[in-house]
């Protein structure tokens, strides 16, 4: 199945400095793709992987779980540990989410985390009956282009497919007992203004990580999608400020490398 136009993933080979980006639910590195062109630009190495039965019809991504789109970071993660000396995890929403995970899991692999409005948990009576009534309706109206500034647009589906959604409700549940084994540096950037992800999902991360070094910043002009928002650039400088603090030399290599789209085709399972 072709990948929508814009929502293709992304890798640029940089310096020895890595950053993994990880996208939202029924979203696309499209909502990212600013970002990592703006590290990119800076030289580090970066990897913006397309999900599983994501960017495609979201008939596919009906056919997927979190399994499967963790174990798409997860091996992207891998990868970017044989090629560089440091590993930084970024994502937004899901993505959060998975970047939660991945540092619960990998520990020192992982050098820092910078979260953008990260998810927690499936909210409303709507997450009750995902057990249920996924077996009888097969979507809702779609959650993207949650984006304040005049003509932001979020390359993503328009339906939500229930059997992703009630995988994601379990993920979310079975990260909420992980947090405490996040112990690495945590950048976390949340709108007040968010229609997806309420600020309670950030004040619940906040008040379950381990970690010690936590900065975290309001985005108080931008709306889920801040990456594509009016804050984007504070995102970017942000970030790029975290990991040149934490890794010291970071992007000196400017200019290194290549940056290169690839096509790609979700998979299911």
């Known amino acids: 199945m072709p990948v929508l136009p814009g929502a293709e993933p992304f890798h640029h080979e940089g310096g020895e400095v890595g950053v993994l980006l990880c996208h939202g639910f029924t979203g696309s590195p499209q909502s990212l793709r600013p970002w990592a062109e703006y590290l990119a630009e800076r030289g580090l190495t970066v990897s913006l992987p397309l999900l599983p039965g994501h960017g495609t019809r979201w008939e596919d991504m009906q056919l997927t779980g979190w399994q499967d789109w963790y174990a798409e970071v997860e091996r992207e993660l891998r990868a970017l540990r044989e090629r560089c000396s440091r590993v930084f995890v970024f994502g937004l929403s899901m993505g959060g989410a998975l970047t939660l995970r991945l540092a619960a899991k990998h520990g020192d692999e992982v050098g820092g985390i910078v979260v953008v409005n990260p998810a927690n ?7 009750y009956a995902l057990p249920v009534i996924r077996h009888f309706v097969r979507t809702v109206d779609g959650i993207t282009s949650d984006i304040a500034k005049d003509g932001g647009i979020e390359i993503g589906y328009d339906k939500v497919p229930l059997h992703a959604a009630h995988s994601m409700r379990n993920f979310y549940r079975l990260l909420d007992g992980e ?32 970690s010690v070094d936590v900065t975290e910043i309001l985005l108080e ?17 942000e970030s790029f400020a975290f990991v040149s603090r934490l890794a010291p030399g970071a992007g000196k290599e400017a200019g290194a490398g290549q940056a290169s789209q690839q096509e790609g085709t979700a998979t299911g399972g």
């Open 221 to 237: 002009q931008s709306y889920h999608v801040a990456t594509l928002d009016h804050d984007a650039d504070r995102i970017f400088e």
């Open 121 to 127: 948990k499936v909210h409303g009576l709507a997450a």
């Open 179 to 210: 947090l405490p084994q996040v112990t690495q540096p945590m950048l976390l950037l949340h709108s007040p203004q968010d229609h997806v992800v309420p600020p309670a999902d950030s004040a619940r991360i906040l008040s379950r990580v381990s």
